[in-house]
């Protein structure tokens, strides 16, 4: 038989591999939804599907950053570090007008908490020099464990380092660390197509274990939390594209939303998600020495949804004590919030653990604010799905509205 025989693939595994993958991710979730309704038993064995999927874009996901960020710096072009700029100031912006708007909405709607939980064993930064010094501290990891505990702070900069010092290497070697990151996005693009029967594994397992029933409760500052959220991706981020570009940007942020926003609702986190919007922008016709670079760092800075979480859950609580809020301490709050949501890490329930850092501007003790905290992980199922399909569309958004090519 001959080689090109033998490697054909069967027509229907051919027609799932060339078929549509948000149509798959689709019917998996109603699979994933049946089956949770029909067997629970059955959908909480069926997690393992969802965990490997999840882990195995972990696992993926550092050495792709380290690569593709040194390969694009070592064979940059001026033009790239140029586009780089705006597109994190629009991450900047963006965040910021985040907090901004869960203020508003929680003066609009003002919200109280049933305090009343089991305190929370997390530890949690006392101040906001604590999270800027954890943060510096990233800077300085060992490249090595930083890989290896998905420090994306660290492994940028190992990566600029790497990238700036080979970018007067020879034409062989800076061809070669291209070489070896298209060989690590087709790895990736194996572990994407596996999206659907990781999303079913996640979505049954979900149901099955928790189900939506504790969400009753909570259904107010669930329903303020991803109304913010709503409009952040519908009005806020089209409204900022619109101002860099002067064009209408909804074919874009639909589109950032169905292909990124949907998977990273189910992984919920940021980190996990990098291949997928890295493969996104490459079908974008983005130019990729650019997003090589501004995804990975979205998933760092960009963090509107967690600035929504921080701020509202923090108010709630403020509002809970009868503790009154001026003008200048809510300004503050945003700030905080902004800074704090940079520091969630881009893991699943990050922002959370952050919580008590906008609380301490009230003088709110670390033990209500604990309680505060465990109130969101209830909330979690929705709460930090809809916040990292905020955060990691937004990265592909903001980085197409600068970095398309021609541009």
């Known amino acids: 038989m001959p080689s090109g025989e033998s490697m054909a693939l069967p027509p229907v595994i051919n027609r799932i591999v060339s078929g549509s993958l948000v149509l798959q991710i689709a019917v998996g979730i109603v699979a ?56 994190v100031i629009m991450y900047l912006v ?11 909405m929680s003066a609009l709607f003002p919200t109280t908490l049933a305090l009343r939980l089991p305190e929370a064993t997390a530890t949690a930064p006392q101040g906001i020099t604590e999270v800027l010094g954890g943060l510096l501290l990233k800077l300085v990891d060992n490249p090595v464990n930083a890989v290896m505990s998905g420090n994306y702070i660290g492994i940028l900069v190992w990566g600029v380092l790497l990238g700036v010092f080979l970018h007067h290497a020879a034409d062989s070697t800076r061809q070669m660390l291209a070489d070896l990151a298209d060989a690590v996005t087709h790895i990736v693009r194996i572990v994407i197509r596996l999206a659907p029967i990781g999303i079913f594994g996640l979505v049954a397992g979900n149901l099955a274990e928790s ?18 959220m709503l409009i952040m991706a519908l009005l806020i981020n089209p409204l900022i594209v619109w101002l860099r570009t002067r064009n209408n940007p909804y074919p874009l942020v639909l589109t950032a939303l169905r292909e990124s926003g949907v998977t990273a609702f189910f ?17 974008l016709d983005l130019e990729k020495d650019t997003y090589a670079l501004s ?17 509202v859950l923090t108010l709630a609580a403020v509002h809970t004590l009868g503790i009154s809020v001026d003008l200048p301490t809510a300004l503050l709050l945003s700030v905080v919030a902004a800074l704090s ?16 850092l906008s609380c301490g501007l009230f003088g709110i003790s670390n033990d209500v604010a604990m309680q505060v905290v465990a109130v969101g992980f209830v909330i979690s199922v929705l709460q930090d799905s809809a916040e990292t399909a905020l955060n990691s569309s937004t990265d592909v958004v903001f980085t197409a509205a600068v970095a398309r090519k021609g541009d």
């Open 32 to 87: 994933g939804i049946a089956l949770s309704l029909i067997s629970p038993d059955a959908g909480r064995a069926s997690m393992l599907l969802g965990n490997l999927f999840v882990q195995a874009l972990k696992a993926v996901a550092p050495v792709l950053v380290l690569v593709l960020v040194a390969a694009a710096i070592a064979n940059r072009r001026s033009s790239h570090t140029a586009q780089l700029r705006p597109i």
């Open 267 to 283: 992984t919920r986190s940021s980190a996990a998600n990098i291949p997928v919007n890295l493969a996104l922008c490459e079908r």
């Open 211 to 228: 189900g939506l029933s504790a969400l009753g409760g909570y259904a107010r500052i669930l329903t303020i939390l991803l109304g913010s």
């Open 295 to 311: 995804i990975p760092l979205g998933a760092t800075i960009n963090m509107g949804g967690a600035a929504i979480t921080i701020t």
């Open 94 to 104: 963006g965040t910021i007008a985040a907090a901004l708007l869960a203020i508003t």
């Open 341 to 356: 949501a940079c520091g969630a890490s881009g893991v699943a329930g990050g922002s959370l653990l952050l919580i008590p």
